[in-house]
């Protein structure tokens, strides 16, 4: 699940003269993979049919498990409306809070607006929803909510680091049967709950950090669903609401206006 594979490109850059004077190191072995016949294939059903989608929307509804210094979980919680129209249209609002941030990208330009100063940027955008996704996670430190289902190949982005998968069985998400499949990597463990039937559409994507104590969890309910949704330019174009503010740069966290 390396969603930012992209950043180890850049990195890597400066090495490169280093390595001409230096003898090369011996590359780690690749991991092993183990997923089973069962979740692999509902794996690929899911994230064909995702990709394959050239317009949807979906409410996703976030619960961020934060750890305190003195060992208390706290819960996080977020509701985003996102609408997506391949390969380069997005939107990302989020739902209710009064100083949230909402993310536009009309496939020439991208705008950050947060709600509770009234204030935006915007940047130019690049061609496709993936770079999209890279560039503000690498440079503007924003993520997207389950930006692994938003790639254009979302299996081998979901599957890049995993060591092993399994089928669980099916079961329910609010009323909906669906397949349950569990993996595993180095660092984190991810659940996806897939809907059983024709429409193989992800409702739930839990990530469990490894590496951090208390292993907090990331969980992302996706629900109301619009495959195919009519979306016209005018729902990716930002308008800036009255009195709004143009700032230099994306905010990366609101803060309720006084």
Known sequence: MNRYGFALMLVGLPALAAAAESPPKAEAPPHQTHIDGDADRLLRQMTDYVAGLQTFKVTSSTVDEVVTKDGRKIDVTGDHEVSVARPSRLRSTQVGASNGLSFTDDGKTMTVYCK???????????????????????????????????????????????????????????????????????????????????????????????????????????????????????????????????????????????
Do not use: M
């Open 116 to 258: 509770g100063n009234n204030e935006y940027a915007s940047a130019p955008s690049p061609a496709t929803i993936d770079a999209t996704v890279d560039a503000l996670h690498n440079k503007y430190q924003l993520d997207a909510p389950g930006a692994d289902l938003l790639y254009s190949h979302p299996y081998d982005v979901l599957t890049d680091e995993v060591t092993a998968g399994q089928f669980i069985g099916k079961e329910t998400v609010d009323g909906v049967l669906t397949n349950h499949l569990a993996f595993q990597e180095k660092e984190v463990d991810w659940q996806v709950w897939i809907q059983d039937g024709p429409q193989p559409l992800p409702l739930r994507y839990v990530i469990t950090s490894k590496t951090i104590k208390d292993e907090p969890q990331f969980t992302v309910q996706l629900s109301h669903w619009q495959p195919h949704a009519p979306l016209d330019n005018s729902v990716f174009k930002f308008q800036p609401p009255p009195g709004a503010k143009k700032i230099a740069s994306f905010p990366t966290s609101c803060s309720k206006s006084q």
